[in-house]
């Protein structure tokens, strides 16, 4: 593929100072079982390339699905023909060192390969799932899906860029919903498709897939039975299930540098963070260490390079509190003049790069899961988000999770439902008292990070271990 692209760009005629060629072909399949019956099965194959074209120091992009020379030359010239339009107006001028020539190869760590397992193998698995869910007749619904992709991306520059990345990922989501009279509750293996990983079909790991279904199950009901989670402030206690959540809403999205530029606003918001913050802001208690390293192995936006060939590095955005740097692209930190990441991506072929996060971390510390229950007094722990509200500025937020334990003089108690918490982002981080270690930190991922227009869902992961925050209103939905 790359002899093709580069032999395409020696052959485009338009007078650009730099041209660049994406091209992706993606390969998922999804299958999807409600009350052990199939609902649905499908396959789908997608391939084209976005070409990119610098001009006076505007970028231009056009896309094709289809890969013959023609076609590449014609995206090309609408690409060229829309940069030098625009150079009229721009904000910023950029230049080719925004594009440096990069070279390198970036594949998924995998050991059974994505097509070893036929459909009906998929149906049939996800059908025992189900039915090790449904433990009771309460519970009312059963739900079962598994994803997987495959996707090759091939990048080309006129100034010698050569990157190619293979990336296999895999995802499930299980569910159960259990009903008494006018009680409904939900639980689910760790929140909304929250299990996304890269790799093969060794990600499923039969004889712990049995025992979750079945616990699952177990607390679905549980729930049912369940007091009302209080009205009050405490000490609360997140596992990494919501600390996925947690990251993603009040640090990854408000540190996109194109969004606190005013990029995003008339979509997804702005941000309360500003540029002389960098450096500076006390964004959080000085536990609190954030990472974005796409070089994490195995974890859902792992990567070498970002969609614009920039190598991806691990970079602390926030290091003992204080705000160090954003997620911004080589063209963002350019513009901006702040120090950024590798996190220019692209969720397909016909979408141009923008800001994104990828894999964005919080460090553990060195606590113990049962040492933190046992230094707390009086507390309530929380799993698995269930519901996220978060203003435009992403400062005020309401989230809500699945499942809730009361700790009582430094022991889990109680099973309490519908737990809500509230809280400004400074607030929050700032009341960071505690941070688990590497024996519970997790990862999690999510297929759903919305963001651009047109709109781009794009992968992203989260790893954590449990925190502990101080003085946090915590609320029931009775």
């Avoid at 760009?9 to 019956?37: C, K, M, Q």
């Amino acid at each position: 593929m790359w002899k093709e692209l580069t032999t395409a760009i020696s052959h485009f005629d338009i007078p650009a100072d730099w041209i660049g060629i994406r091209a992706v072909r993606e390969t998922a399949r999804n299958h999807y079982v409600r009350d052990g019956l199939p609902k649905s099965n499908g396959k789908s194959l997608t391939m084209g390339a976005m070409i990119e074209v610098m001009v006076n120091g505007c970028l231009g992009y056009a896309a094709t699905n289809s890969l013959t020379l023609s076609s590449l030359k014609n995206a090309a010239e609408i690409a060229y023909k829309q940069a030098l339009a625009a150079s009229e107006f721009w904000i910023y001028p950029f230049g080719e060192n925004t594009r440096p020539k990069v070279v390198g190869e970036y594949n998924s760590p995998f050991f059974e390969p994505l097509d070893a397992i036929s459909p009906g193998e998929i149906n049939d698995l996800l059908i025992r799932v189900c039915q090790k869910l449904k433990i009771n007749d309460k519970i009312v619904q059963t739900t079962a899906n598994i994803n997987t992709s495959q996707k090759e991306t091939w990048f080309v520059s006129s100034n010698g860029s050569e990157v190619y990345q293979k990336i296999l990922s895999l995802g499930t989501h299980f569910g159960a919903i259990a009903q008494d009279a006018g009680v409904v509750q939900q639980r689910t293996n760790n929140g909304l498709h929250a299990h996304c990983y890269q790799g093969g079909w060794e990600l499923l790991k039969e004889e712990n897939l049995w025992h979750q279904g079945q616990k699952i199950g177990e607390q679905a009901l549980e729930l049912l039975t369940a007091e009302e989670c209080p009205n009050i402030r405490t000490n609360l206690v997140l596992a990494p299930d919501q600390m996925m959540l947690q990251i993603h809403e009040s640090i990854g999205h408000p540190l996109e540098i194109d969004r606190i530029l005013g990029d995003e606003r008339n979509y997804a918001g702005g941000s309360f963070v500003k540029p002389s913050d960098f450096g500076k802001l006390e964004y959080g208690s000085p536990l609190m260490n954030i990472t974005f390293d796409p070089t994490v192995e195995g974890e859902f936006a792992s990567y070498g390079f970002d969609d614009t060939g920039a190598k991806a590095t691990r970079e602390y955005v926030i290091k003992d509190g204080i705000l160090q740097r954003g997620l911004g692209s080589l063209e963002s930190q350019y513009r901006s003049g702040l120090p950024g990441v590798a996190c220019a991506r692209a969720c397909s072929w016909n979408r141009p790069p923008i800001d994104r996060m990828a894999n964005l971390n919080l460090e553990p510390g060195n606590a113990s899961f049962a040492e933190i229950i046992a230094g707390i007094e009086h507390g309530i722990y929380m799993e698995s988000n269930r519901s996220w509200s978060i203003d435009d500025q992403r400062y005020k937020f309401q989230f809500g999770c699945e499942y809730a334990k009361l700790i009582e003089n430094g022991k889990l108690t109680k099973t309490l439902r519908n737990p809500n918490y509230r809280a400004t982002t400074p607030e929050f981080w700032h009341s960071l008292i505690q941070v688990g270690n590497d024996s519970n930190w997790q990862m999690y991922g999510t297929p759903f990070c919305g963001k651009g227009e047109p709109n781009q869902a794009i992968w992203v992961g989260h790893g954590s271990p449990v925190c502990v925050f101080a003085n946090v209103e915590v609320f029931g939905g009775g």
